[in-house]
């Protein structure tokens, strides 16, 4: 049985929101920037830009249609997932359980912009050259994070578990 602890869940809790706070407060930046100049688009470095886009896909604009039932349609899927995510947590410990409330904090700033807006506003243009990468927010960098922590956790932290029973 899972022993509460409210010391835990209030430290676990505090993570979360300051993922999702950092997330909304340049969303936010991003808004009044566009508001007050009816578009964003501002050249940081040779390699990095601000610019505007509104995305109705999933994760780096994939799977984007102007069609309401299927924009709702992965919208509840993201919304499954992101509960399915907090009861991992739930049942997680450790270096893994960062990473997936990483993933949460993230989730949770990107579906409130999709109920909110119908859309997500994506604005950091990262790229070499010519070469764009998607245009992104700051909810997927701790997305993209915490699925790159796991994945390493599964490969490293396994391994040497499994190396024990040999």
Known sequence: MLKIN????????????TIFLADRITKIYIL????????V??????????????????AFGLFSFDDNIVYNFISLIIIVITIIILFMIIK?????????????????GNVFDR???????????????SYHWFVFNVAD??????VICLIYAEIFFNKRENEKFI
């Not at 997680?92 to 949770?108: D, H, P």
């Not at 119908?118 to 790229?127: E, L, T």
């Open 6 to 17: 409210l010391k835990n869940i209030l430290l676990n809790s505090l993570f979360v929101l």
């Open 92 to 108: 997680t410990e450790g270096f893994k359980k960062y990473c997936l409330m990483s993933i949460l904090g993230g989730s949770i």
């Open 141 to 146: 960098i701790f997305i993209t994070l915490g």
């Open 41 to 58: 688009d501002v050249y940081l470095t040779s390699y990095l830009n601000l610019y505007l886009i509104w995305n109705k896909g999933i």
């Open 115 to 129: 109920i909110y807006f119908s859309a997500v506003p994506d604005f950091i243009d990262f790229h070499v050259n």
């Open 32 to 39: 009044q920037l566009a508001e007050l100049e009816n578009t």
